[in-house]
């Protein structure tokens, strides 16, 4: 009986850890920016390219920086929910409009509606590279501090917005 | 005539050779870079390194080594820059630190355990075969019951 024993524990706890190993998703890489300071940029504004934006000038609000590009195709999937968001007036929301041409990008916006208080243009991706981007849409939760506090990978969803986003803004903003 | 071509041989010559002496300094950086971007993951198609990927970020991430490379930045430097944005991930080799114990001892761990368990059976097994099937009060009893009938000990022997 015992000789049996020990290899069906093995076995389970095989199965355990495939079963985790295989519920991961290897897409989703763990940034090491949240819970630091969301790094500097000073880039031109999309709409007014003679003028300029720094993350400090949003000291002191909890605000939302989203990756987008015109020719991102999962942009596309989450824009509806930003432009509801920025209706409701739910939280700032700025863009980083990235490795994208102004004309395009400006056209996209005029397409599908633009939830941005304003895009800042960062046409080179070296920004993108500061935060740690490598997937068009991402979007980062920044605290009145200036610290990054949650990072989505890939389009938001409601679910997100809704169980993840939402509730630390809040919890932020107090 | 002859001169000139002395000449002109001996010009290509020299310039050849300054050619050459610019090259060794380029392909030194030119394999760092090589050599740093063999380490480096690409972060959109994850089992390609920065030096075998097309994905456009490993082009920029390329250009940034480039970069980095040239404003005189050490490997470490370099490294640094990248597990700073993008986490230990971008790694091929991940480092060692308290969450990677299990990565890094676990096959030792694992290798020490199996080794216990075969040298433990391997014990329990040479004590099963040394021990005689019959002891030698069970060989006195024998001989005292079946008296000369008792089998001879090669006998014995071969039968077991």
Redesign the interface.
Known sequence: MKRFLWPLAIFILLVGFLAVGLNLNPREVPSPLVGKPAPAFDLPVLHQPDKRFVPADMRGKVWLLNVWASWCVSCREEHPLLVEMSKKGVLPILGLNYKDKGEDAQRWLKQFGNPYQLSVVDADGRIGIDYGVYGVPETYLIDAEGVIRFKQIGPITPAVLEQKILPLAMALRK | MRRLLVLVLLSLFVFSSMANENKPVDIQTEQRIRQLSEKLRC??C?NQSLADSNA??AG??RR?LHEQVAAGRSDGEIIEFM???????VLYEPPFKSTTLLLWLGPFVLLAAAALVLVATLRRRRRAAEEPALGADDKRLVERVLGSAAPRREHDEGTR
């Open positions: 972060l959109v994850q456009e970020l920029d991430l940034q597990v700073q944005r993008y986490g230990d991930f």
